[in-house]
């Protein structure tokens, strides 16, 4: 026990005794009998402290002597070195303390702390900081103080991170592994001694549970660690992660096959190059996507489901009402039966029966045929009783569901009277999606047919087509409402990981009204207090 603070012994017993040159030999001066006016301090020999904050001088070795009745004999060791002393011939350079130094010493002296170490003892703390900074230093994350030792800058600039708390330590922790981005590097590579002090030489001290507890939450942030498995002294009670190479093997489809679906699901982005086995994913939220993938059909057997002939189903995918579960080329079954009961359900409640003899209605894909207008506007029509849908009883599913001509011509002659934009700039829904960060199929677009964001209506013109395109008013206000993690990491600057570990710790849901599945997206007021803390702690770290 120091100064009201546990330590290992070896931190303070040590053959080698260090201390200032500068103040024995201020002490020595002041005297005409120096040897009982010299203090020898104890913080001196404290591993850790590096630095005299009186005068700024590095403590330096005074002498070493493994028998402890000759090293401990003040006096007369003191009386050995003190002409040494007096000459100068101990002296360094200058060393200005760091912010690590100065809170050291404010600790030992009064036991004030405030920083968030004030909660955790003195010397994991001491030693968290050495370990964090020398791995920050030797994977060229962070660059060392000048004007320091080896050790000095690496407690130096451990501390200027652990002083800020869990999310400071956190992004650094991200940013060691990202580093670490070979096939097979595990956590040992990316964290180095700091993982290996953790797991194995203070396994054991409780002291450092808050500092490990820290780590294994970047440990589960970053590599597929799989249910049951030790992770710093914790068996994993789940899978919070997947790897495109544990997945592959747990689920047994092909790993460039799996690629690609989690690609185009928008667990990666384009152009991803890293080995499969650091290419992970959140295992929960892509779960569904295991249990559909098995399921999925073909054309022919889709259209047969829904009771649609091939151009329908073709044109029910082209105008946006039947989205495919996947559109790479490789695959053909790419359909799901679930999607096509949704839609025949949906016709359904908004159908009357039709007499099959009436010859004054016509299918949705004559209708669409005749006037050029897209399958999903027909629909929506419907939706909003602009104009009746009947359905006729001597005919399966979709190809017995019927338009009236004359609402049909009505309709035409109604939007054929509203301007629309011509395509001028802005992005396509899909492009806007994919620069919040929402790959999702339809987040983006669902927000818009659901009226949560504006997106503006424009002519394309070669086509004709009309579209929604997102331009700076949209934007501006999907900003103002909503955030995703991509765009908490550019406002703050935080790795995005870290901003997703912040956030889940944080228990925020995503946007869900009535249940509804947007993805990743979040109310801007929900996440306000979160944002202003990270944004202060951001600012803090560039200062």
């Given at each position: 026990?120091?100064?009201?603070?546990?330590f290992?012994s070896?931190?303070?017993?040590?053959?080698?005794?260090?201390?200032?040159?500068?103040?024995?030999?201020?002490?020595?001066q002041?005297?005409?009998?120096?040897?009982?006016?010299?203090?020898?301090?104890?913080?001196?020999?404290l591993?850790?402290?590096?630095?005299?904050?009186?005068h700024s001088?590095?403590?330096?070795?005074?002498?070493?002597?493994?028998?402890p009745?000759?090293?401990?004999?003040?006096?007369?060791r003191?009386?050995e070195?003190l002409?040494?002393?007096?000459?100068?011939?101990?002296?360094?350079?200058v060393?200005?303390?760091?912010?690590f130094?100065?809170?050291?010493?404010?600790?030992?002296?009064?036991?004030e702390?405030?920083?968030?170490?004030?909660?955790?003892?003195?010397?994991?703390?001491m030693?968290f900081?050495?370990?964090?900074?020398?791995?920050?230093?030797?994977?060229?994350?962070?660059?060392?103080?000048?004007?320091?030792?080896?050790?000095?800058?690496?407690?130096?600039?451990?501390f200027?991170?652990?002083?800020?708390?869990?999310?400071?330590?956190?992004d650094?922790?991200?940013k060691l592994?990202?580093?670490?981005?070979?096939a097979?590097?595990?956590?040992?590579?990316?964290?180095?001694k700091?993982?290996?002090?953790?797991n194995?030489?203070?396994?054991?001290?409780?002291?450092?549970?808050?500092?490990?507890?820290?780590?294994?939450?970047?440990?589960?942030?970053?590599?597929?660690?799989?249910?049951?498995?030790?992770?710093?002294?914790r068996?994993?009670a789940?899978?919070?992660?997947?790897?495109?190479?544990?997945?592959?093997?747990?689920?047994g489809?092909?790993?460039?096959?799996?690629?690609s679906?989690?690609?185009e699901?928008?667990?990666?982005?384009?152009?991803?190059?890293?080995?499969?086995?650091?290419?992970?994913?959140?295992?929960?939220?892509?779960a569904?996507?295991f249990e559909?993938?098995?399921?999925?059909?073909?054309p022919?057997?889709?259209?047969?489901?829904?009771?649609?002939?091939?151009?329908?189903?073709?044109?029910?995918?082209?105008?946006?009402?039947l989205?495919?579960?996947?559109?790479?080329?490789?695959?053909?079954?790419r359909?799901?039966?679930?999607?096509?009961?949704?839609?025949?359900?949906?016709?359904?409640?908004l159908?009357?029966?039709?007499?099959?003899?009436?010859?004054?209605?016509?299918?949705l894909?004559l209708?669409?045929?005749?006037?050029?207008?897209p399958?999903?506007?027909?629909?929506?029509?419907?939706?909003?009783?602009?104009?009746?849908?009947?359905?006729?009883?001597d005919?399966?599913?979709y190809?017995?569901?019927?338009?009236?001509?004359?609402?049909?011509?009505?309709?035409?002659?109604?939007?054929?009277k509203a301007?629309?934009?011509?395509?001028?700039?802005?992005?396509?829904?899909?492009?806007?999606g994919?620069?919040?960060?929402?790959?999702?199929?339809?987040?983006?677009?669902?927000?818009?047919?659901?009226?949560h964001?504006?997106?503006?209506?424009?002519?394309?013109?070669?086509?004709?087509k009309r579209?929604?395109?997102?331009?700076?008013?949209?934007?501006?206000?999907?900003?103002?409402?909503?955030v995703?993690?991509?765009?908490?990491?550019?406002?703050?600057?935080?790795?995005?990981?870290s901003?997703?570990?912040?956030v889940?710790?944080?228990?925020?849901?995503?946007?869900?009204?009535?249940?509804q599945?947007?993805?990743?997206?979040y109310?801007?007021?929900?996440?306000?207090?979160?944002?202003?803390?990270?944004?202060?702690?951001?600012?803090?770290?560039s200062?």
């Open positions: 026990m120091f100064r009201g603070e546990l290992v070896r931190y303070l017993r040590n053959p080698v005794v260090r201390g200032c040159p500068q103040c024995i030999r201020v002490e020595a002041e005297t005409s009998s120096p040897l009982h006016n010299i203090t020898l301090r104890g913080e001196w020999q591993r850790g402290a590096g630095v005299c904050l009186k001088h590095p403590l330096v070795p005074l002498w070493s002597r493994q028998n009745v000759e090293r401990f004999d003040v006096g007369g003191i009386a070195v002409p040494d002393i007096l000459t100068g011939k101990l002296n360094s350079p060393a200005p303390p760091s912010s130094d100065l809170w050291l010493h404010q600790r030992l002296s009064t036991g702390d405030r920083t968030w170490l004030a909660g955790q003892p003195l010397f994991p703390a030693t900081c050495s370990l964090l900074g020398a791995e920050l230093i030797r994977k060229s994350v962070s660059d060392a103080p000048k004007d320091c030792s080896e050790d000095r800058a690496a407690s130096a600039l451990g200027e991170t652990a002083a800020r708390g869990p999310a400071a330590i956190q650094k922790l991200h592994a990202a580093a670490a981005d070979g097979l590097d595990e956590p040992q590579k990316a964290f180095g700091l993982y290996v002090s953790l194995r030489a203070y396994k054991e001290d409780d002291g450092f549970d808050g500092f490990r507890e820290i780590l294994r939450g970047c440990i589960l942030d970053v590599w597929p660690i799989a249910p049951g498995k030790m992770v710093l002294g068996r994993t789940q899978r919070r992660l997947h790897s495109v190479h544990t997945a592959s093997k747990e689920i489809i092909g790993g460039a096959l799996l690629d679906f989690l690609t699901a928008g667990a990666f982005s384009d152009g991803d190059k890293r080995p499969r086995s650091r290419k992970v994913f959140d295992a929960q939220r892509f569904d996507l559909e993938i098995p399921n999925l059909i073909g022919n057997t889709m259209r047969e489901a829904i009771g649609a002939t091939l151009h329908e189903l073709k044109a029910l995918e082209k105008d946006g009402v989205v495919p579960f996947t559109k790479l080329p490789r695959i053909r079954s359909w799901r039966a679930a999607d096509g009961d949704v839609l025949l359900t949906q016709l359904s409640k159908a009357d029966a039709v007499d099959p003899q009436d010859p004054g209605w016509e299918t894909q209708a669409r045929n005749r006037t050029g207008m399958l999903s506007d027909l629909i929506r029509s419907c939706n909003n009783r602009t104009i009746g849908l009947g359905k006729r009883s005919v399966f599913g190809h017995g569901f019927v338009l009236r001509h004359s609402d049909v011509d009505h309709l035409t002659a109604q939007n054929d301007p629309a934009a011509p395509l001028r700039g802005g992005l396509s829904l899909a492009q806007f994919r620069s919040v960060g929402l790959r999702g199929k339809g987040n983006i677009s669902s927000l818009v047919s659901s009226g964001i504006s997106a503006t209506e424009v002519v394309h013109p070669k086509t004709g579209l929604k395109h997102i331009f700076g008013e949209d934007a501006t206000s999907f900003h103002r409402k909503f995703t993690i991509s765009t908490i990491a550019a406002e703050t600057g935080l790795h995005w990981n901003v997703r570990t912040v889940n710790a944080a228990g925020l849901k995503p946007f869900s009204p009535d249940g599945d947007f993805g990743a997206i109310l801007r007021n929900n996440v306000k207090p979160l944002l202003a803390m990270l944004s202060s702690k951001d600012a803090a770290a200062g």
